[in-house]
């Protein structure tokens, strides 16, 4: 199956249905504020929304990066922990990976986009939707050479299947202990808590116009002032 088939296949399962009440809901609201001026709760309906789409827009930015570990390490745990495998592969999970086999050039593709042209031009405007991208070129970027080692040891150290498919699970769960405080960050709304990483993915971001202070700084014009002698 290439590509061209797969991607018609992806489009003939989406939920057409569900897309159509949707944009249905969306007209009919749109007509209602037309109709009555409703002010106050078309604000709070736009801020839910806002918020809804942050945190889907910085779980995303995950995706890729999780779809490249789960690619790596998931075939091998499959052979000796069928069970667990299923805790963390959904169906869309699995289809989004038979996704990504048919494009083994799908990293460097999210890496162009998401640094060359999210990053480096603010898009979104929201920071922290860029916050967790820029987070996730961070681990695609090192996801390279430690698959390749591990692809390395597993092919050339070990020859017992069940060994190799140990080796994989112990490198999975060591990539869930980064990918579980990214999603929950994430959902939550919070940035990075450690200084040096959040000061490394920050240079990255730049500055978000003239106004702009650092998270670490305070405004020196609304800093309290110092007693008079």
Known sequence: MNIIETLKMVALELYWGEIFLFILFFLLGFILDQKFSINQPRKWFLAFNGLIIQRVLSLLAYYIPYLDVVNTYIPLVANSHPYLVRIFLP???????????QIPFLSF???????????????????LVRFNIMYGVIIISFQGILHEIFTYFTESVLDNPTDKSEAALLGFLIWLLVFIPCFSRALLGKYESNAFMREAIEVHLGRDG????????????????????
């Open 210 to 229: 003239p106004d702009f202070i650092w998270w670490d700084r305070v405004r020196k014009d609304k800093s309290p002032k110092k007693p008079k002698k």
């Open 91 to 101: 169906n869309f999970v699995i289809d989004s990976v038979e996704i990504v086999q």
């Open 109 to 127: 593709l999210y890496l162009m986009v998401a640094y060359g042209i999210f990053v480096r031009y603010k898009i979104p405007k929201d920071r």
